[in-house]
């Protein structure tokens, strides 16, 4: 039986990449104070109709249950976790410092590095507003892809507000809305995070479509920020606040985190969804191409679109577990590195026993020993040829054999194999630890 369209199953290889992976961004988010929650694997349809409009139904494993509730399984973690903030963790001390991760499901086409089964990570900050708490989450993002060993990677970084200003001192309104629902500063805003100078020149004026044309064009660091003051302060009503706290979340993440392969501004991303307030940041490795974007966050509101109280603003960042490693595995091979993720595993075990013509009970105190000391070790359970054995242990990855003969085991001791170049030393059990260290 074939396994579902859109999924895939996972050999050791490949999960030892992800706990790997896993492990090394879980690092990452408590050295910044961030502490794991979980959600459901399935929720109320409702909990995404509510953030994306109903549209988003047909993109979703969507069902009713058993008692004619509407549910679906999860497309993605940061709606269900602020559904859990608001509902269960509300009276926590704030701010929240919350990293999560697990499997989501979309039912829509696969793409390179996008199935329907896929995992996401992410974290958010909640309750604390203003550039340092920007700041915080952009350094976390910055250092969690770093740590990765990604290289070649652009870091783009945008503020919603400064396009918000700029918008509203040209007259476009939030209110008027088309026939589809969209405002017209929304769609704007959608234009201009495409890139579609066409677009934005058949819905506003000569005079609006030549300055939101000039902002795009601004290219480069955080110098970028200083040039749009000159070219947007001279709008009669513009606030460039944004600009300053864009400034000061620059500025401090230059000290937070190291410095990303490529820091662009860009001040025309809006990442496409309007609930986004303040910064806004992605993540893209060109190698993955048109599929290129690896994370993506920034300053929202949410609760408010579940009917309930709105916190401070809160800001985070979701990060796409497989594209990642997807971008690591291509990068590994361009440049011939035999690790992809960092720290992964190379093989189930460093040290093999193997019982020769002995009971293999008899050998049980000597592996719990190996296995208390923190040591990987595997037992060898079959009765078989010494060769057989140490070819065997070779097969598993053990690095040493433990081999126990009937006379060893009367005279309490082993033999221990270097399997790569055959060195072989007798030592007593008691002094096995101190053999394995030396052999190494």
């Not at 492990?23 to 502490?35: D, I």
């Not at 939101?212 to 110098?223: D, T």
Request: glycine share 10%; net charge negative; aromatic share 6%.
């Amino acid at each position: 039986m074939e396994r579902p369209r859109g999924t895939r199953d996972f050999g050791v290889t490949e999960m030892s990449r992800r706990l790997a992976l896993e492990n090394l961004l879980e690092a990452q988010a408590r050295c910044s104070g961030y502490r794991r929650v979980a959600t459901p694997a399935f929720e109320s349809l409702e909990l995404f109709t509510a953030k994306s409009g109903p549209g988003v139904v047909g993109q979703l494993y969507a069902f009713e249950d058993k008692g004619g509730r509407k549910l679906t399984l999860r497309p993605e973690l940061t709606a269900p976790v602020m559904r859990a903030v608001a509902s269960e963790f509300r009276q926590d001390s704030k701010p929240l410092r919350l990293s999560y991760y697990g499997p989501c499901y979309r039912y829509e086409e696969f793409k390179t590095g996008r199935y329907r089964e896929f995992w996401q990570y992410g974290t958010e900050l909640i309750g604390s507003s203003g550039p340092l708490a920007e700041a915080e989450i952009l350094a976390l993002a910055v250092s969690m892809l770093d740590a990765t060993g990604l290289v070649d990677w652009r870091f783009k970084v945008g503020n919603v507000g400064v396009l918000r200003s700029v918008l509203s001192a040209l007259q476009i309104s939030d209110e008027i809305t088309d026939g589809a629902g969209e405002s017209q500063m929304a769609g704007v805003m959608r234009l201009l995070d495409k890139g579609d100078m066409q677009g934005l020149e058949d819905m506003l004026s000569n005079e609006q479509a030549t300055l939101l044309s000039s902002l795009a064009q601004l290219e480069g660091g955080p110098e970028v920020i200083e040039q749009a003051r000159s070219l947007l302060g001279s709008i009669e009503g513009i606030d460039l606040s944004p600009l300053d706290e864009l400034a000061s979340s620059i500025e401090a993440l230059s000290i937070l985190a190291p410095a990303p392969p490529s820091l662009l501004v860009d001040l025309t991303v809006a990442r496409g969804l309007d609930y986004y307030t303040g910064i806004v940041f992605e993540a893209e490795v060109p190698e993955l191409g048109g599929e290129g974007q690896v994370l993506g966050g920034g300053t929202y509101r949410l609760l408010h679109l579940f009917g309930l109280e709105e916190l401070d603003p809160c800001c985070g960042f979701g990060l796409g577990f497989d594209r990642v490693l997807l971008a690591l595995q291509k990068q590994a091979e361009r440049l011939g590195r035999t690790e992809v993720v960092p720290g992964e595993d190379s093989g189930p075990a460093t040290v093999a026993v193997i019982p020769f013509k002995v009971p293999a009970n008899e050998v049980l105190p000597l592996v719990s020993r190996i296995r208390s000391a923190g040591e990987r070790c595997v037992l060898e359970l079959r009765s078989r040829k010494l060769g057989k054995s140490l070819s065997w242990a070779d097969n598993i990855g053990a690095s040493l054999a433990i081999i126990i003969g009937p006379e060893d085991l009367a005279k309490n001791q082993c033999s221990v194999k270097r399997l790569s170049d055959g060195e072989q030393v007798s030592c007593s059990v008691e002094e096995i630890l101190q053999t394995l260290e030396q052999l190494r």
